[in-house]
């Protein structure tokens, strides 16, 4: 499977928001690449850069301290996954979008050269009170891919299940046109205007899938 972000984060303070934002984008139709330990204990190499490099968007999860081992003298750079991740989506110029968490306050001045530009990287400020508002700005203004670009089977699939989840609860409920709006909010569809027609019309006789623009 091609991925469309991959989110880069330290488990200590960053996992809960990285495992959010991994569950929304993914609901929202994007491909997103958050390993669960299944592949930071595999082959980095292959893998981690495939995924990587698959990728135009790349989410840098930066919780308190998750820099401090850049800095470390002492520390094994090959040995530091958060690094190796940012070094290679810089070199591959990935768009990366910095979410700076509580803690986080600033780049550290003495960054390593290989993650040096990330201080460059602008990215919405996270809020977790304001988080419906840091989310929106997240996908309209900072991330380059939309689910509809990719115009692949699965996607395809993706929505034709939701035009069959609303068309069940519609033939259900037999809602009118004006409870239209709560079925699409549930099941997280759009009605095109042929859909709003048919619910109209006739609950019985549906315009066909094919038809109907997501």
Known sequence: MAYDIFISYRRRG???????????????????SFDIDT???GDFDTELLRRIDECRDFILILSEGALDRCVDPSAVASADWVRCELAYA??????IVPIMLAGFTAFPDNLPDDIR???RKNGPKYDSYYFDDFYRRLKS???ETKPEERGDEDA????LLKRLSVLNIIEAMRVPRSGLKTVCLVTGFTPSNAMVAA???SWRAVTPIEHWRV
């Open 14 to 32: 960053g996992f809960e928001t990285a495992k959010h934002l991994y569950d929304l984008l993914t609901k929202d139709g994007y491909r997103v």
């Open 39 to 41: 592949l930071r204990n």
């Open 90 to 95: 810089l070199e591959k110029n990935k768009n």
């Open 117 to 119: 530009k990330v201080v």
């Open 141 to 143: 203004d900072f991330l």
């Open 156 to 159: 395809y699939v993706t929505q």
């Open 199 to 201: 619910a109209t019309a």
